[in-house]
């Protein structure tokens, strides 16, 4: 699947900045979002997850929108299952710190759809893993690290139950743990699923939207 080019990334942002409903998530937001869609351990329903980008609003969605929304959830499932999946270009820590947790920032924006998107199944898997295995310990601090950027207030709770004393010190930490961290993503999820035994080795991984749909 080909990636969208840069002219059709620039029209979808500026659609979904200036022409979709009100809070509908940023581009860079839906990436995050999708990320952690596809890494379900069950597939998630397109009509289940979609009117969420729009904030429940998706009935007046041009065809050409929902089309590059398809392009961009299958070239993100081909990255997270084949090619490695690395963050955005342009999610980035700054060094003024408090920056990265301000709406429009590409780092808190991503956080924030993976936030909206890992709701999905986190809470269940939690319930059901082995609360002193590694693999929940795993799953525990990828979502914690993932999400750290979504919400300046629970930042600040991390840090203080991490004993830390300085969010600005502790957080290009949780950035560079995002980093190493999502290419093994979609592992550590597949992992932490086995352990619920809510799941079967073969559960499919990564349907993609036109599977989704059915």
Not at 17 to 41: H, W
Request: proline share 6%.
């Amino acid at each position: 699947m080909h990636a969208l080019t840069n002219e059709q990334e620039q029209q979808l942002a500026s659609w979904l900045l200036d022409k979709a409903p009100s809070k509908t998530l940023s581009l860079t937001a839906v990436k995050g979002y999708l990320f952690a869609i596809i890494a379900s351990p069950d597939p998630i329903d397109v009509n289940q997850w979609l009117p969420l980008i729009f904030n429940n609003q998706p009935d007046e969605i041009p065809d050409e929108i929902t089309l590059a929304l398809a392009q961009l959830y299958n070239c993100i499932s081909d990255d997270v299952f084949e090619n490695g999946y690395k963050l955005p270009p342009t999610v980035e820590c700054s060094e003024m710190v408090e920056a990265n947790f301000l709406s429009g920032h590409p780092l808190h924006e991503w956080s924030l759809g993976f936030a909206c998107g890992v709701n999905f199944y986190s809470q269940q898997m939690f319930d059901h893993m082995p609360s002193d295995s590694e693999i929940n310990e795993s799953f525990s601090l990828a979502v914690m690290a993932m999400t750290y950027f979504a919400d300046r207030e629970i930042a600040q709770e991390i840090v203080d139950q991490q004993d830390q004393t300085n969010i600005n010190l502790f957080s290009p930490v949780m950035f560079q743990m995002i980093v190493d961290l999502v290419p093994d993503y979609a592992q550590i999820v597949e992992q932490a699923a086995l352990s619920t035994g809510l799941y079967d080795s073969e559960t499919e991984e990564d349907a993609q939207w036109g599977d989704s749909e059915e």
